[in-house]
């Protein structure tokens, strides 16, 4: 972790083979879906309002399961579990390789 780095407890959701899917609350994006529509007679009125039911468009996947664990928060990469190490981006790794490539050439010079 990075000075300043600071551990809380957040629900993580995992997927059936252990991988890290989500940090926080997993959203199903719950949305009204019409499973009857409504009813009307022959000259158009309403004889039956249309029935809704809140469904998940985004439900859990199946073999999904959730634990609270420690979760960091870093500036550069956001949220990540505490026992894991930062991401190194590309980036990072072409500075290191050229900051060892450059101490080579000097001192082979």
Known sequence: MGA???VVIKTCVFDADGNLINIGEWDEQIQSIEIEPAAYD????LIKEAVYEDQPTNPLPAGAYT???EVVYDER???RLADQPAPV???DRIEALEAALLEVILQNG
């Open 4 to 6: 300043g780095d600071s």
């Open 42 to 45: 022959e000259e158009g009125n």
């Open 67 to 69: 634990e609270e664990r």
């Open 77 to 79: 990469y956001g949220w």
């Open 89 to 91: 981006s590309d980036k």
